[in-house]
Nanobody, 126 residues
């Protein structure tokens, strides 16, 4: 049984940093994409960053490119998201996701990811 458990959320002032972690247990498959999504109140869940497990290729939404870094530690079965220069608009529930098939790109659609964590709240104040 696959389980994804996020940690590391919290409250921070604008300009600050947070590091999210996702502990992965179970078989999420191979040649797949993992990623971080976020959902703000009243908005749809959106992809923030994705990574292809074989090559480590990363993909970012334009809103976070240059500020966020996604990484994986295969030995520890963890997925991380380093978030720097946080803005108030980054406030959202952040979700770890896995199991999307890689087809020369990592998809950004919620429907393409098979496994999800419960989420961790990130609040950025001005």
């Amino acid at each position: 049984q696959v389980q994804l458990v996020e940690s590391g959320g919290g409250s921070v002032q604008a300009g600050g940093s947070l590091r999210l972690s996702c502990a992965v247990s179970g078989d999420v498959g191979s040649r797949i994409c993992m990623g971080w999504f976020r959902q703000a109140p009243g908005k749809e869940r959106e992809a923030v960053a994705r990574i292809y497990d074989v090559l480590g290729t990363t993909y970012y939404d334009d809103s976070v490119a240059g500020r966020f870094t996604i990484s994986q530690d295969k030995a520890k079965n963890t997925l991380s998201l380093q978030m720097n220069s946080l803005k108030t608009e980054d406030t959202a529930m952040y979700y770890c996701a896995a199991g999307a098939l890689w087809r020369w790109d990592c998809p950004s659609s919620v429907a393409d990811f098979r496994y999800w964590g419960q989420g961790t709240q990130v609040t950025v104040s001005s």
